[in-house]
């Protein structure tokens, strides 16, 4: 017997030393879910945050939800913002569910994991969730924006709309909202 051999994963696969938020591939996504390591602290954190997004659902008090995460560098910021993010969002990656890939990785004698699982039931059912995330520090065009502003950068760039103005942001998700935005692009480049 070897080494490799007592670990419950391949430990061979390549683990990247920084989690790119924004890389969204199928196969990295489901890569870092399956390899997850859930610690009873990641595992708290999750109850708690799954539960107070489902309570703020059920209250229809979309203004009270928001998820602000911080901490020291290498601390694990990252990583617990893109899987929060992708069980918020839920879906599948290469048809498997991410909320099943995300609970085989709890722990079967879990406390909390009944209640995740329902948390990401009532999700997957009901709700409708863009994750929002990356650095704050590179959308701040001006020293003056603020929170919701920036906020709303990240989210419009995401969306690949204008994030320089509001109200053009506005028009383009009309545009979308109806399936135009293609047609309306190419018009677009074709009268400019």
């Known amino acids: 017997m070897q080494i490799r051999d007592i670990f419950a994963t391949q430990i061979r696969e390549k683990i990247e030393p920084v989690v790119k938020v924004a890389d969204r591939a199928p196969a990295v996504v489901k890569s870092e879910l399956a390899n997850l390591v859930v610690t009873p602290q990641w595992e708290r954190h999750l109850h708690r945050v799954l539960d107070a997004y489902v309570d703020a659902a059920d209250r229809e008090n979309e203004q009270g939800i928001g998820i602000w995460i ?17 069980l ?5 990656l290469q048809g498997q569910s991410v909320h099943d890939i995300f609970v085989s990785r709890l722990p079967a004698d879990s406390p909390d994991r009944r209640d995740i699982e329902r948390f990401l039931t009532v999700i997957r059912r009901r709700l409708t969730t863009t994750a929002v995330g ?7 065009a001006d020293a003056e924006d603020r929170l919701p502003l920036i906020a709303f950068k990240l989210f ?3 969306r690949g709309y204008t994030h320089n103005w509001p109200f053009a942001w506005a028009v383009e998700y009309q545009i979308d909202a109806q399936g135009k ?8 480049a074709e009268a400019a």
């Open 70 to 86: 911080s901490g020291f560098f290498g601390s694990g910021k990252s990583l617990l913002m893109k899987v929060l993010g992708i």
């Open 88 to 92: 918020l969002e839920g879906g599948e």
């Open 134 to 140: 990356g650095n704050l520090h590179s959308m701040l």
């Open 156 to 158: 419009a760039t995401q």
């Open 181 to 188: 935005s293609e047609a309306f692009r190419t018009r677009a």
